[in-house]
C-alpha cells in the first residue's frame, strides 16, 4: 500500500503496551489510528470513526473481542470492516474467526513479528529489518502469556455457557452504569437486540419513579449487594421484576444485576390473597347465616303451631299468615349469604341453561318494562352441570345488578356459549382443563371503576343507597359460582356499561327434569313413633318439641352431643327416629351419629342444620344417613321427611 493512500484503522486492546506499540507502529506508515482500551470504549469511537480496519484483543474487559465483532458484523455502516483479531493463543489452538465475523488472526508474540504481520495485512511492506528480526524484543513472556490466555478463554466459554442457561437474566454494568453484558433471558425480559443493549445505560430500561429507585438501588451496592424488599417490585415492559444488585470488587467496579420475572407469583400472590379474603368473609358470612336460620326456625316453628290450631277463620289468621312470608323473605336472605360461603343447597343436575335465560328473562322483564332484552344464545348448548335453584339465583341477581346500573332504562343483552379453559379470559388464575358453559349478562349503565370492580363482590358491599340494597346479590353470586367450581369474571369502565361472563363446568350427560315438586300442604298422619331431638338451641328444643307432639310423636331431648348418646342409649329400644342437628358445641352432630350407629345399626337419622347439605353432612349422609332437613322449614315440610325417613 502507498503511503499517500492512507487508511483508517482502530485498535482495541486494553493492554496499554500493545496500545502504544501498534499506535506507533501504524503512524509511522501514514495509518489515521484510533484506540480503545475495550469494547465499550470502542463502541464509543465507532459513533464517530469508521475504519478501514480495526485490530480487536480477543480477551478484553467490558465486552470481549468476540461479542464487538459480532456487534460491528450486526450494524449495516460498519459491517465492512475489515476485522483482525489479536491473540496471545496459537491460531491452530483456537475456533475459527469467522464463528463471530473476523476475516483474520494475528498471534501476539515478538513485537517484529508481530508488525510484519500487521503490515502484512495491510498491504504495506515491512522493512527486512522487521521480517528477519529474531528476539522477543522485550515479550520474552509470550508463551505464559499464551498459557494464560487460553486457560481464561476456557473459564470464560464455561461461564458463558452457564449463563446463558439461567433461568434469571444476567446484566453486567461499568461503573457508569452502562450494560457490557446480557445473557439471553436478559435481553428476553429487556425486549430488546443485544446490539442496541450493549453499552446503553441500564436505568434507562425504566420509567419515572421506577427509575429514580432503580438508580438509587444501583449506587447504594457500592458498599455492599442490594435485594429489593419481596414486596417492591418495579415494571418492565408489561412484566413485574425484582432486582438483586452486587457490587464486583475489582478495579473497574462492576456491578452485577440479577433480574427476576416475578409476574406469575404475584399473580399467584394477588390469587391467594384475594381467595384468603373472600374465604374469610365467607366463613363469617355463613356463620352469621347459620345463626339466623336457627332463629328463623323458632320463629318459623311457633307460627306453624299457631297455623295448625287455628282455623283459617280466625281473625288473626292472615297476619300471622303474614310473619310466615316474612320469615321466608329472611331465609331467602340467608340462602344469599350461604350462596356466597358456598354453604347453600346444592343439588347438581344437568340443566338446559338456555331454557332457565328465557323462562327466567321473561319474568324479569314484566318486572322492568322500560328495560329492552335481548338475547343471543347458542343452538348447541351444552348442558350445565349446576342446581337448578340457586342458578336462578345467580340469574335474577345479575339482572337486577344491570337494573340498578340502568336506573332510567337501557339494553340487557344475554348471551351463551361453549367454551374451553383456554377461551375464559384471566389474570388471577388458571382454570381447570374442562369444557365449560358461558353466560354474558351485559349492560349498558354507567359502569364501575377498578377500585369498586375490586369490592363488588364482597358481601354487604353496595353502590345503591343503604334503603335499596343489602350488597348480598354479587356476594351470592360469587360463592355460588365459586361452589359449581365455576369461574366469574367481570369486564366495565365508567360510562362504558358493564359485562359479566359465568362460565359454568359443562356435564357429559343430558339434560334432566328438575324434578322439583310443589311443598307438601297437609301433615302426614304419625303412627306414634318415638323421636329423640337433638340441638344445643334451647328455643328450637322447644318449639320443635311442640311441633312434634302436635303431629302425634312421642318425644325426647337432648341438649348436646354427648346428652344425646346417653338418652339414646337408656331408650335405644323405644326410639324410632333421631333427629340431629349438626352444629354443635362439643360433641359434633357427625360424632353423635357414629356412636349411635355402633349402639345401633338400624338407627333411622334425619340430619338437621342452618347449613347446607354440602360438606360434613353430605358426608355422613354417604356413611348411610337417612336423610337432611335445612332450617328454617315447615311444619309439612317436617312431616313429609320424617315419614319418608322412617319408610325407609
Not at 110 to 117: I, K, L, S, T, W
Not at 207 to 217: L, N, W, Y
Not at 277 to 290: C, D, N, R, S, V
Request: include cysteine.
Amino acid at each position: 500500500m502507498s503511503h499517500r493512500n492512507k487508511r483508517k484503522v482502530l485498535v482495541v486492546d486494553n493492554h496499554p503496551v500493545i496500545l502504544k506499540f501498534m499506535c506507533q507502529l501504524l503512524s509511522k506508515y501514514g495509518y489515521e489510528v484510533k484506540t480503545a482500551k475495550d469494547g465499550l470504549d470502542a463502541l464509543a469511537v465507532l459513533k464517530d470513526f469508521t475504519p478501514d480496519v480495526a485490530f480487536i484483543d480477543l480477551v478484553m474487559p467490558n465486552i470481549d473481542g468476540r461479542k464487538l465483532c459480532e456487534m460491528i458484523r450486526g450494524t449495516p455502516h460498519l459491517r465492512d470492516i475489515y476485522l483482525v483479531v489479536l491473540s496471545a493463543i496459537d491460531e491452530a489452538e483456537m475456533a475459527p474467526v469467522c464463528e463471530f465475523g473476523a476475516d483474520k488472526y494475528i498471534t501476539k508474540g515478538p513485537f517484529a513479528q508481530m508488525a510484519a504481520e500487521v503490515l502484512g495485512v495491510l498491504g504495506t511492506e515491512a522493512p527486512s529489518v522487521l521480517r528477519t528480526a529474531g528476539g522477543d524484543n522485550g515479550n520474552g513472556h509470550h508463551t505464559h502469556l499464551r498459557e494464560v490466555t487460553k486457560e481464561l478463554l476456557s473459564v470464560k466459554r464455561h461461564l458463558e455457557v452457564i449463563m446463558m442457561s439461567m433461568l434469571e437474566g444476567l446484566v453486567e454494568l461499568n461503573h457508569e452504569l452502562r450494560v457490557v453484558y446480557a445473557n439471553p433471558k436478559a435481553l428476553s425480559l429487556l425486549e430488546i437486540r443485544e446490539e442496541a443493549l450493549l453499552g446503553s445505560s441500564f436505568p434507562d430500561f425504566f420509567q419515572g419513579r421506577a427509575r429514580a429507585r432503580v438508580k438509587e438501588m444501583l449506587d447504594g451496592a457500592d458498599t455492599m449487594p442490594r435485594r429489593e424488599e419481596k414486596r417492591r417490585t418495579f415494571e418492565l415492559n408489561g412484566r413485574d421484576i425484582t432486582l438483586n444488585v452486587s457490587p464486583v470488587k475489582d478495579q473497574q467496579d462492576k456491578t452485577i444485576v440479577v433480574i427476576n420475572d416475578v409476574t406469575k407469583q404475584r399473580r399467584m400472590e394477588a390469587q391467594l390473597q384475594q381467595a384468603e379474603k373472600m374465604e374469610a368473609i365467607g366463613t363469617l358470612a355463613g356463620g352469621i347465616a347459620h345463626d339466623f336460620n336457627n332463629l328463623l326456625m323458632a320463629v318459623q316453628g311457633t307460627v306453624s303451631l299457631l297455623l295448625f290450631k287455628m282455623d283459617h277463620t280466625h281473625p288473626f289468621y292472615e297476619k300471622i299468615s303474614s310473619i310466615e312470608q316474612w320469615v321466608e323473605s329472611g331465609a331467602r336472605l340467608t340462602s344469599q349469604l350461604l350462596g356466597y360461603a358456598r354453604k347453600g343447597k346444592y343439588e347438581v343436575t344437568p340443566i338446559d341453561l338456555n331454557r332457565m335465560v328465557q323462562d327466567t328473562a321473561e319474568t324479569f322483564g314484566r318486572t322492568r318494562k322500560d328495560i329492552v332484552i335481548e338475547k343471543m344464545l347458542h343452538d348447541k348448548l351444552y348442558p350445565a352441570k349446576a342446581d337448578r335453584g340457586q342458578i336462578e339465583q345467580v340469574l335474577f341477581n345479575l339482572y337486577v345488578n344491570a337494573a340498578n346500573a340502568m336506573p332510567g332504562g337501557g339494553t340487557l343483552s344475554l348471551a351463551t356459549q361453549n367454551v374451553t379453559d383456554k377461551e375464559i379470559p384471566s389474570s388471577l388464575y388458571e382454570p381447570r382443563q374442562g369444557t365449560y358453559v358461558e353466560l354474558a349478562v351485559t349492560d349498558t349503565g354507567k359502569g364501575m371503576d377498578a377500585k369498586t370492580m375490586d369490592r363488588i363482590f364482597e358481601p354487604f358491599y353496595t353502590t345503591q343507597e343503604m334503603s335499596r340494597g343489602t350488597g348480598l346479590g354479587l356476594a351470592s353470586v360469587y360463592g355460588i359460582v365459586k361452589g359449581h367450581e365455576g369461574y366469574i369474571e367481570v369486564d366495565s369502565q365508567p360510562g362504558s356499561g358493564t359485562t359479566f361472563r359465568v362460565y359454568f363446568p359443562a356435564s357429559p350427560e343430558a339434560t334432566v327434569f328438575d324434578g322439583r315438586r310443589p311443598p307438601c300442604k297437609e301433615i302426614a298422619p304419625s303412627r306414634h313413633e318415638t323421636i329423640l331431638l337433638v340441638d344445643d338451641e334451647q328455643m328450637i328444643l322447644e318449639v320443635g318439641q311442640e311441633l312434634l307432639q302436635a303431629m302425634g310423636y312421642t318425644v325426647l331431648t337432648a341438649e348436646d352431643g354427648r346428652e344425646a348418646v346417653q338418652v339414646y342409649d337408656s331408650n335405644k329400644d323405644s326410639i324410632d327416629l333421631l333427629i340431629l342437628d349438626m352444629v354443635m358445641p362439643g360433641m359434633k352432630g357427625g360424632d353423635v351419629y357414629d356412636e349411635v350407629k355402633a349402639i345401633n345399626p338400624d338407627i333411622k337419622v334425619l340430619l338437621s342444620s342452618g347449613y347446607s347439605v354440602e360438606g360434613e353432612a353430605s358426608e355422613i349422609l354417604d356413611r348411610g344417613c337417612n336423610g337432611f332437613i335445612q332450617k328454617p322449614f315447615h311444619m309439612t315440610e317436617l312431616s313429609e321427611n320424617i315419614r319418608k325417613v322412617l319408610k325407609q
